[in-house]
Structures are given as C-alpha cells and as structure tokens.
T-cell receptor, first 113, second 110 residues
Framework: DQQVKQNSPSLSVQEGRISILNCDYT??????FLWYKKYPAEGPTFLIS?????DKNEDGRFTVFLNKSAKHLSLHIVPSQPGDSAVYFC????????????FGKGTLLTVNP | DAGITQSPRHKVTETGTPVTLRCHQT?????MYWYRQDPGHGLRLIHY???????DKGEVSDGYSVSRSKTEDFLLTLESATSSQTSVYFC?????????FGPGTRLTVL
C-alpha cells in the first residue's frame, strides 16, 4: 500500500505561471511533511517542510499548504522559472526516534520558457 | 550543503559478484540511510543506521546488508548482485526530520 501518493507523474507549465504539485497521504498520524527537489544525476535536496500544527508555510517563491482533513498537501511555486524544472518528491515523517521518511514516487515538473 | 560523499559514483558489475558502496559524511550526524531510486518507484529505504553498529532494515532490504563501524561511514553491500539491483543508490544523513542526500551511485548489474 502506498502511504504517500503523487498521482501526477508529470506537469508542464509556462515560465512565470504558478506550478502546483500535489501529494496525498493515507495515515492521519503523519505529523511532518517535506518536499524535495531532484535534478538529473544529483541527489535530492530539501526544499520546504510543514508541521501538522500548521496549514501553510512559505519560503520565497515556494509555499506548502496542508489540508489535514483531506490528507492532502500541495507545493506552489510562484512564479515558475525554467530552473525549477526537476523531479519533486513529497515525503512524510510518521514519528519515532529514527527519523525515517516515506517518499512519494515523484512528479516531473517542466517549466517552459 | 551537507558534507556527504558516495563512492564509487558509477559501477558496472556482473551478476553474482559482491559489491560494496560507501557513504562518508563529515557532519557527525547520528542517522544514516540508504535508498534506491527506480523509475515508477520513487525513493525506497533499504537500510538505516541510528548509531555506530546500530542498523535496521527498511522496506526493500532483501539482498542487501549494511555496516557502520564509524560515525562517518555507512557501507551498503550487495552480497551477490542481481540484475534487479541495477539502480541509483542514495545515501542520506540526518539529525532530525530533514534528511540530506549524497550525490548518488549509479550501479549496473549485467
């Protein structure tokens, strides 16, 4: 069973527009959520996170929204830039002392000039 | 950027041979993880470590073993490589919930 689902394998947007990447999770006990960005031939890099006690967190052009009742989070990128083209992974932390994360399968974002 | 290196960065090997991948960190982080990334599967946890000599299995641990004899080094061993273990392997480190990843090792098993 997939605990973390990114249902869109790919997304294409125009430069300057908003990119919205979505992620659904199954367990209401998850209490911390993260987004990672990955360029080809590089390791994933941490982008932004949100705790379950919040419903929004912003960092520059990146905003993450959390809807706990729907078990859904989204990453908004405004404005989108060609350098944002990458695979984006959603990840969840389910508690425990070993800080294990469970990742979604990723969404490939392409920002067209 | 967190100081994490992986070696080798690329390796081609034959079915049935043993392979060891190394992850080295300079951050003195307690937790270390090995993932594999495959198309259609995202990142899947193989094994992790929560201290020197303390390791445990992840979701796809069959065919893999790990060792951590020093804080800075976490080794992943494929005892007898199979073609299904062709993948990109990432090491990660953490002290809290954010994990920081190394550059990856691309392994091809022929």
């Amino acid at each position: 069973d997939q605990q973390v689902k990114q249902n869109s394998p790919s997304l294409s947007v125009q430069e300057g527009r908003i990119s919205i990447l979505n992620c659904d999770y199954t367990n209401s006990m998850f209490d911390y959520f993260l987004w990672y960005k990955k360029y080809p031939a590089e390791g994933p890099t941490f982008l932004i996170s949100i705790s379950s006690i919040k419903d929004k967190n912003e960092d520059g052009r990146f905003t993450v929204f959390l809807n706990k009742s729907a078990k859904h989070l989204s990453l908004h990128i405004v404005p989108s830039q060609p350098g944002d083209s990458a695979v984006y992974f959603c990840a969840v932390y389910s508690g425990g002392s070993n800080y294990k994360l469970t990742f979604g399968k990723g969404t490939l974002l392409t920002v067209n000039p | 950027d967190a100081g994490i290196t992986q070696s080798p960065r690329h390796k081609v090997t034959e079915t049935g041979t043993p392979v060891t991948l190394r992850c080295h960190q300079t951050e003195n982080h307690r937790y270390m993880y090995w993932y594999r990334q495959d198309p259609g599967h995202g990142l899947r946890l193989i094994h992790y470590s929560y201290g020197v000599k303390d390791t445990d299995k992840g979701e796809v641990s069959d065919g893999y073993s790990v060792s951590r004899s020093k804080t800075e080094d976490f080794l992943l061993t494929l005892e007898s490589a199979t073609s299904s273990q062709t993948s990109v392997y990432f090491c990660a480190i953490s002290e809290q919930r954010e994990q920081f990843f190394g550059p990856g090792t691309r392994l091809t098993v022929l």
